[in-house]
């Protein structure tokens, strides 16, 4: 079993620039690759960024790309969501989902064996 406790989100301005975590813990953690996802009102769940297992491949969707940056500290098991220069269409529930991946590299968008709840990210106008 793997434990995902998102935090850092909030009320923010347009243009702000909050940093999510992802708080991993349990069994296994470093064969997990982690996915950022969020979801809208109104809107299906999206993927958002990924980040293998060891750190050392990461993707952005390119809706966001340029503005969030994913990363990884394995040392605190702790996965983060840089977002620069939010908009109000930034609105929404941010989660972090966990793929095990035992021996397969890289990282991806489907597939989460585990779910945090999430935290929801305001953006005023």
């Known amino acids: 079993q793997l434990q995902l406790v998102e935090s850092g989100g909030g009320l923010v301005q347009t243009g702000g620039s909050p940093r999510l975590s992802c708080a991993a813990s349990g069994e296994m953690v470093h064969y997990h690759a982690i996915t950022w996802f969020r979801q809208a009102p109104g809107k299906e769940r999206e993927g958002v960024a990924c980040?293998?297992?060891?750190?050392?491949?990461?993707n952005v969707v390119d809706s966001v790309k340029g503005r969030f940056t994913i990363s990884r500290d394995n040392g605190n098991n702790t996965v983060y969501l840089q977002m620069n220069r939010l908009n109000p269409e930034d609105t929404a529930v941010y989660s972090c989902g966990a793929e095990l991946r035992h021996t397969t590299p890289g990282c991806g968008y489907h597939g989460m064996n585990f779910w945090g709840e999430g935290t929801l990210v305001t953006v005023s106008s």
């Open positions: 980040i293998s297992r060891d750190g050392g491949s990461a």
